[in-house]
């Protein structure tokens, strides 16, 4: 006979959380959001921690390395999605560990025997009015000089005429080396009266800009999660089956955490997958999942999970549940995932991470996943809406939506993640869609952590732990849950000022 679980499968809608005594230390801006990412030992810090509590889903769709730079600099972490080739994934994850903030790869560049035409066409194209002079006109070739659009005029100038007439020349320009930091070529900028500063390699060759306009750009951004040199953190995506040629590349590349990705983790296949790259890869952290119980995750954390992955269905853009009848309310799985890994804890002295992945509709629901134990969510369908997201943007009637598919749909063709038996999708664990476009990443997370931080506040807690320890929660009813809404005729037009 098959086992009942007694309790009701929750989600994040049934509750609500009860205000706390909020103390007079408590503000948003005194809320520190820092969260562990990978395994450690109870009562000693992490070694990649993120500053703030949010992932991006690995998925096409989502996890694009323009995503990952921006999330990487709001304090979180995205995991470029793995349906693709190694070599294509190695090359993103170089593309955001090679990303300098304040650092510019030139994109207008010409050679010295170019003419003052082909100049003044591309400061227009690229919008840019710098341009490096190099051997091969590329943005690493060997700098001869800077020519601006100050150096020469369209009517007092013969356009015809080359760049090298124009052009400051290297001799005459300065100019760092490879080592310089972003404060020193800022304090150089400043105290030469500077308006670039060009970034050479040890042999004369373009490697970066340095702009005073981009000055504030690093601050900007206080919360930048990075690595021991400076550098953005990035994740990864691997899977059962490729795993060990795809795990050494993107090692070498320099993805800083790895994650296995599979619709259900509770496998021997991830097991084994996991005790492999624990013993010949053991400096590298690699979460594993997803899992929706205590078992699961206890499993999990015994082949060597560094963190593990909660949930199964509840994700905006599955249908697992519909086509399997698998899964589990997102609000129970996260409670009781968070008894085992204290449990373990107890047990072990290690703590093991848990990460909140689906099921998450609204931005309070964030707090709920947290306040529940999870340690930090993974979104998908909240990331696709930005602009750093990989799917289109399309108009439509009622204003612009982004393209938005699940990795179970035929779209994604990402057959090794579902397990069914054939060399392809045998029927669809997921869909293909749109989400109304949200903008800037970085404006949309602002807001989201603004909403995080006020509602800790109201709950008396100013760090993640506090908020677990001391957060209570409250079942919802139908009716309390409709009277959360406004139930008034809202205006459609901004009131009239007398």
């Known amino acids: 006979m098959a086992q009942i679980i007694a309790e009701v499968s929750r989600t994040f809608n049934e509750f609500l959380l009860l205000p706390n005594r909020t103390r007079t230390d408590c503000s948003p801006a005194t809320v520190d959001l820092r969260t562990p990412l990978v395994r450690h030992l109870a009562g000693e810090a992490s070694a990649i921690e993120l500053h703030s509590p949010f992932t991006s889903a690995i998925m096409q769709a989502v996890s694009t390395p323009d995503l990952a730079i921006a999330l990487a600099r709001n304090g979180g972490l995205s995991f470029l999605h793995h349906n693709q080739s190694t070599q294509d994934q190695a090359a993103a994850v170089r593309q955001v560990k090679n990303f300098k903030a304040g650092f510019v790869t030139s994109d207008t560049n010409v050679r010295p025997d170019d003419s003052l035409r082909l100049l003044a066409d591309l400061m227009r194209r690229t919008g840019h009015s710098t341009a490096a002079v190099t051997h091969d006109g590329t943005a690493t070739g060997r700098l001869l000089g800077l020519v601006t659009s100050r150096d020469f005029h369209p009517q007092r100038h013969d356009l015809d005429g080359p760049v090298s007439g124009r052009m400051t020349t290297i001799a005459d320009l300065p100019h760092a080396g490879p080592d310089t930091t972003l404060s020193e070529a800022n304090t150089r900028l400043w105290d030469e009266r500077l308006d670039c500063l060009p970034v050479l390699s040890a042999e004369g060759h373009l490697q970066h800009l340095v702009f005073r306009s981009d000055y504030t750009d690093n601050k900007r951004f206080p919360n930048q999660v990075v690595d021991a040199a400076k550098r953005l953190r990035v994740?990864?995506?691997?899977?059962?089956?490729?795993?060990?040629?795809?795990?050494?590349?993107?090692?070498?590349?320099?993805?800083?955490?790895?994650?296995?990705?599979?619709?259900?983790?509770?496998?021997?296949?991830?097991?084994?997958?996991?005790?492999?790259?624990?013993?010949?890869?053991?400096?590298?952290?690699?979460?594993?999942?997803?899992?929706?119980?205590?078992?699961?995750?206890?499993?999990?954390?015994?082949?060597?999970?560094?963190?593990?992955?909660?949930?199964?269905?509840?994700?905006?853009?599955?249908?697992?549940?519909?086509?399997?009848?698998?899964?589990?309310?997102?609000?129970?799985?996260?409670l009781d995932v968070t008894a085992a890994r204290d449990a373990f804890r107890e047990r072990t002295g290690e703590y093991v991470p848990i990460c909140s992945d689906g099921g998450l509709v609204h931005d309070y629901h964030v707090a709920l996943a947290l306040a529940m134990g999870a340690d930090f969510v993974m979104m998908g369908r909240y990331f696709a809406r930005f602009d750093q997201a990989a799917g289109a943007k399309l108009p439509t009637r009622d204003g612009f939506v982004k393209e938005y598919w699940g990795e179970g749909s035929n779209r994604a063709r990402n057959w090794q993640r579902y397990g069914q038996g054939s060399q392809g999708l045998v029927f669809e664990e997921g869909v293909d869609g749109y989400v109304p476009y949200a903008g800037d990443l970085n404006e949309g997370l602002a807001l989201t952590i603004t909403k995080l931080k006020t509602t800790m506040v109201s709950c008396g807690s100013t760090t993640l732990p506090e908020f677990q320890s001391t957060a209570r929660l409250t079942l919802v009813s139908d009716q309390s849950f409709q009277e959360s809404h406004a139930n008034v005729t809202l205006r459609d037009t901004p009131p009239t000022l007398a």
């Not at 269905?313 to 129970?332: E, L, N, V, W, Y």
Request: aromatic content about 8%; proline content about 3%; hydrophobic content about 40%.
């Open 235 to 334: 994740g990864a995506g691997i899977n059962t089956h490729d795993y060990q040629e795809r795990v050494p590349a993107l090692l070498e590349a320099g993805a800083d955490v790895l994650c296995f990705d599979s619709s259900d983790g509770y496998s021997d296949w991830q097991a084994q997958a996991l005790t492999w790259v624990k013993k010949h890869y053991p400096q590298i952290p690699v979460g594993g999942g997803n899992v929706v119980d205590g078992d699961a995750f206890t499993f999990l954390a015994e082949a060597g999970a560094d963190f593990v992955k909660v949930g199964v269905g509840g994700g905006s853009i599955c249908i697992t549940r519909d086509q399997k009848g698998i899964g589990r309310g997102q609000a129970s799985a996260v």
